[in-house]
T-cell receptor, first 117, second 114 residues
Framework: AQKVTQAQTEISVVEKEDVTLDCVYE???????LFWYKQPPSGELVFLIR??????QNEISGRYSWNFQKSTSSFNFTITASQVVDSAVYFC??????????????FGEGTQLTVNP | ETGVTQSPTHLIKTRGQQVTLRCSSQ?????VSWYQQALGQGPQFIFQ???????GRGNFPPRFSGLQFPNYSSELNVNALELDDSALYLC?????????????FGEGSRLTVL
């Protein structure tokens, strides 16, 4: 069975600090996909990134960066120079390659990030 | 804004009642999935619909059912409501493609069962 663990329930930082959100996953598949979604107070989840299991290159998008390490089954997310608008709940998610259409995601419990001014 | 709209935004029901939640998918998307998110937890996959047929289901009992219409709008029906059904119900639309996972979510319908 697949599982996603986000050990950090809540993180609080001061604006401009860097912050890393941890994600550890379990799956028996050799082909799978990892995601990060952001959930602001309005409720809708916003897609941030998808990474397939064959691509271990780190990715940077503006202030966001992701570190994927298959050896430790981790897919961590770093926000550099955090801003108040980054305050939200962040979810890590997993989709196995056998799932039709890729819309069946297994989510972690989420990390509530609060960025204080 | 994702272009996915859900209604109603909030509703209150009593145990044993039935509820219908509605979702309008983003234009061009032909797949809809539904998730249940209990307070303080991550979303859990209920089922997905493609071409008006259910083609994937999570660990939810048959009293959770759905419909997808030709215009790609969708409904989630829950019969015989239980207290544990209280949650945020999220609809997500996407274009059918293997290994996508990029879902566009609505803001959800918050259901309270008393």
């Amino acid at each position: 069975a697949q599982k996603v663990t986000q050990a950090q329930t809540e993180i609080s930082v001061v604006e401009k600090e860097d912050v890393t959100l941890d994600c550890v996953y379990e799956t028996r598949d050799t082909t799978y996909y990892l995601f990060w979604y952001k959930q602001p107070p309005s409720g809708e989840l916003v897609f941030l990134i998808r990474r397939n299991s064959f691509d271990e290159q780190n990715e940077i998008s503006g202030r966001y960066s992701w570190n994927f390490q298959k050896s430790t089954s981790s897919f961590n997310f770093t926000i550099t120079a955090s801003q108040v608008v980054d305050s939200a709940v962040y979810f890590c998610a997993l989709s196995e390659a056998g799932e039709t259409s890729g819309s069946r995601l297994t989510f972690g419990e989420g990390t509530q990030l609060t960025v204080n001014p | 804004e994702t272009g996915v709209t859900q209604s109603p935004t909030h509703l209150i029901k009593t145990r044993g009642q039935q509820v219908t939640l509605r979702c309008s998918s983003q234009s061009g998307h032909n797949t809809v999935s539904w998730y249940q998110q209990a307070l303080g937890q991550g979303p859990q996959f209920i089922f997905q619909y493609y071409r008006e047929e259910e083609n994937g289901r999570g660990n939810f009992p048959p009293r959770f059912s759905g419909l997808q219409f030709p215009n790609y709008s969708s409904e989630l029906n829950v019969n015989a409501l239980e207290l544990d059904d209280s949650a945020l119900y999220l609809c997500a639309s996407s274009f059918y493609s293997l290994r996508t996972g990029e879902l566009f979510f609505g803001e959800g319908s918050r259901l309270t069962v008393l």
